[in-house]
């Protein structure tokens, strides 16, 4: 395939294979820990149905927390504004993305944002549906249609692992529910939280959900407005700020694109009005992020000029 990234990105990818030896899987989730170090892969979706890939881009990964970005959306959607900022606020913490600390010492406990995990649970109690397969169908029927892609489901075994040794995050979501940030039944939260974080998507699904976060929330085939633009702009600010947890300053200046990462090593990028992003690398730093995902953004940035600063 003749494109303007094919041959850089190969490079590209060969360069930062480096980096995943400095990393480490997540293995706090026990099924993560399955994941092979050395992956590196990415995908790039320009709006042309052309995708340029490079790496294992076909394989799957759980979307762990960028499944945060695509809650936020759709609780905005269902909800909006006045009903989620009452619950979660918008400010960056600093903090690990599973930190309990400010939940404790802020008055009133409400996390300071929905891209940490007490956060996103708070936005996850907000998704409309009478039962966990109700909210979690209407999560997976968002998700098809911003990726394009209708096979996009679960993974059970992972969803399982995670619910089984989800202590920190039940110790979060009970102490919010103690505090009124949350209401209902927390072990179905939980539920539908760690099912949440296992949909499966490929580098390819996250570069088209990137692309359609970056023009508006508009899929570029169908023209359907899938996220009002208002609520796009928001939660790109979001994945500015926090996107990358206690990394976002240094990703903002180093990177400049509004990103996502979770802790299976995948990462989605939206360049404003130009491209969308899929990184699978699961290799992670000390801070959750994927250490060659971050560093091919940082190439990609610096190659194509994609700062939006
Ligand atoms: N940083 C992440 O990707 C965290 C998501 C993970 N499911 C958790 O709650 O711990």
Known sequence: MVCRYGEDLKDMVKQVKLYTKN????????????????????????????????????????????????????????????????????EPTGDPFNSIAKLESLNPSK???????????????????????????????????????????????????????????????????????????????????????????SCNDLARIGFALAHEGCHPMTKEQIIPREIARLVKTFMVTCGMYNASGEFAIRVGIPAKSGVSGGIVGAVPHKIGIGIYSPALDEKGNSLAGMKLLELLSDRYQLSIF
């Open 23 to 90: 990393g480490k899987v997540a293995d706090y989730i026990p099924a993560l820990a399955k994941a092979n170090t050395n992956d590196v892969a990415v995908a790039i979706y320009d709006g042309n149905d052309i995708c340029f890939s490079e790496g294992n881009y076909d394989k799957k990964f759980t979307l762990q927390s960028i499944s945060k970005v695509l809650t936020l959306a759709l609780a905005l959607i269902d909800c909006g504004e006045n009903i989620v900022f009452n619950k979660v606020g918008m």
């Open 111 to 201: 996390p300071l944002n929905p891209m940490i995990n007490a956060g996103a649970l708070a936005v996850s109690s907000l998704i409309k549906g009478k039962t966990t397969g109700e909210k979690l169908d209407r999560l997976v029927n968002f998700i098809k249609k911003l990726s394009g892609n209708e096979e996009i489901s679960y993974n059970q075994e992972v969803a399982q692992s995670e619910f089984e040794t989800a202590d920190l995050n039940r110790a979060l979501a009970y102490f919010m529910k103690q505090h009124g940030v949350i209401t209902g039944d927390i072990e179905e939260l939980l539920d539908f939280y760690t099912k949440q974080c296992a949909i499966e998507v």
